[in-house]
């Protein structure tokens, strides 16, 4: 075969893998036409593009800092080169979980829609949720259909975030909602939690559920730990905005004093 029908044949195959059968019902009449690559070239990029945007808008991330932005010199304990390590998605083709610990504001919910971002620009399907956000749109569901339906939205994605759990309590029925959640998922595809209890705290966020030991059982199981260390990054960034504006002010303050003493000179003369 030449290297001219090897080229056509490719670009045939590219046309039928994008269903462009207008074009492949005509394709004697236009294989050799200059176009036809830069045509499918085209269709192509906007495609992935599209398929880019649709994903990034499903999985719910919302803004966030790039990780470039972190400061890695704030936190008091942080694994740097585990967090740049899993930042390349190969826990997401071994099945583990990533699960991030600390206190509010050192940067846990940044680090995982930093990963969520990467998941999703690499073609993964995604969904981001806080626990709050689940688990109230889980238990909401008033029949059994219904709740089978909402829970493959959680179960589906392949990599699940859920932020923020440990800010608030829950009954029983939430408990048992997340363990069947991470139940699914488990050994299937990876999910990343962030914390601000550790596990043995978990009974506070779930009182009296007698799933939360089997619960962590199975997150901790296939599972990176990354626990970060130190004070709130965004209180750290509040008292210098705060510090910033009161330099501000008085250097405004300054000039308005210094503008009067000027006009009241000029009076004078």
């Not at 294989?31 to 070239?41: A, N, R, S, V």
């Not at 990054?233 to 300054?254: F, I, N």
Request: overall charge positive; aromatic content about 8%.
């Amino acid at each position: 075969m030449s290297s001219k029908s090897k080229t056509s044949n490719k670009l045939e195959d590219r046309a039928r893998q994008l269903g462009l059968w207008g074009l492949l019902a005509h394709w004697d009449e236009i294989e050799d036409t200059p176009w036809l690559d830069d045509l499918i070239g085209w269709e192509e990029q906007e495609r992935q593009q599209r398929s880019l945007d649709r994903r990034i808008r499903n999985s719910r991330i919302g803004r966030f800092k790039p990780l470039a932005d972190f400061d890695w010199d704030w936190p008091k304990h942080i694994d740097r080169e585990l967090v740049e390590e899993v930042y390349n998605l190969r826990f997401m083709q071994e099945l583990v979980n990533l699960i991030f610990i600390g206190p509010n504001g050192v940067g846990k919910s940044m680090i995982a829609k930093n990963i969520a971002h990467q998941a999703a620009m690499r073609g993964h399907t995604v969904f981001f949720a806080t626990a709050a956000q689940m688990l109230g749109d889980l238990v909401t569901q008033e029949t059994s259909t219904a709740l089978h339906r909402r829970m493959t939205r959680y179960c589906r994605p392949a990599l699940l975030v859920i932020d923020e759990v440990g800010y608030l309590s829950y009954d029983n029925r939430h408990a048992d909602l997340l363990f069947e959640v991470v139940t699914r998922r488990y050994n299937e595809k990876s999910t990343i939690i962030t914390t601000n209890k550790v596990f043995s705290d978990w009974n506070e966020v779930f009182p009296n559920a007698a799933c939360v030991v089997t619960l962590v059982d199975r997150l901790i199981h296939r599972s990176e730990i990354i626990e970060i260390k130190g004070e709130s990054y965004r209180l750290k960034e509040a008292k210098e905005r705060q510090a910033r504006r009161a330099k501000e002010r008085a250097s405004k303050k300054k000039a308005a004093a210094a503008k009067k003493r000027s006009s009241i000179q000029g009076v004078k003369r």
